[in-house]
């Protein structure tokens, strides 16, 4: 089996913005669930002092990773949250070992 290519971002909404930026993302992540070509998955971690998440998705290639990032239901959903966000830090990762489930 191929491994995966993973996106992972670490997001951190403006202090007052944090609700609706949370509001935005599981709209989001209905909107498009089932319909995204070559995504395996994906989770989105909560920090337990409510400043910040994680964004982990997995893609079956890099290829179906950027095809996603070109689609207009993501690029007008960046448009949406990007006024919400003090910071927001991707990156492209594959795995280098599982153990569990998560």
């Known amino acids: 089996m191929t491994k995966?290519?993973?996106s992972i971002s670490v997001?951190?909404?403006?202090?007052?913005?944090f609700d609706e930026f949370m509001?935005?993302?599981l709209a989001q992540q209905n909107r498009v669930r089932?319909?995204?070509q070559g995504l395996r998955g994906g989770r989105l971690f909560r920090s337990l002092d409510g400043?910040?998440?994680?964004?982990?998705?997995a893609f079956e290639t890099v290829e179906?990773?950027?095809?996603?990032r070109q689609d207009?239901?993501?690029?007008?959903?960046i448009a949406r949250v990007q006024p919400l966000l003090e910071s927001a830090v991707p990156g492209g990762y594959?795995?280098?070992?599982?153990?569990?489930e998560i």
């Open 64 to 68: 179906d990773a950027q095809r996603f």
């Open 94 to 100: 594959e795995t280098a070992y599982e153990i569990g």
């Open 23 to 25: 509001e935005l993302q």
């Open 51 to 57: 400043r910040s998440v994680v964004l982990v998705t």
């Open 72 to 77: 207009p239901r993501f690029t007008e959903h």
């Open 4 to 6: 995966p290519y993973v």
């Open 34 to 36: 089932g319909q995204v």
């Open 11 to 17: 997001i951190t909404p403006k202090p007052d913005r």
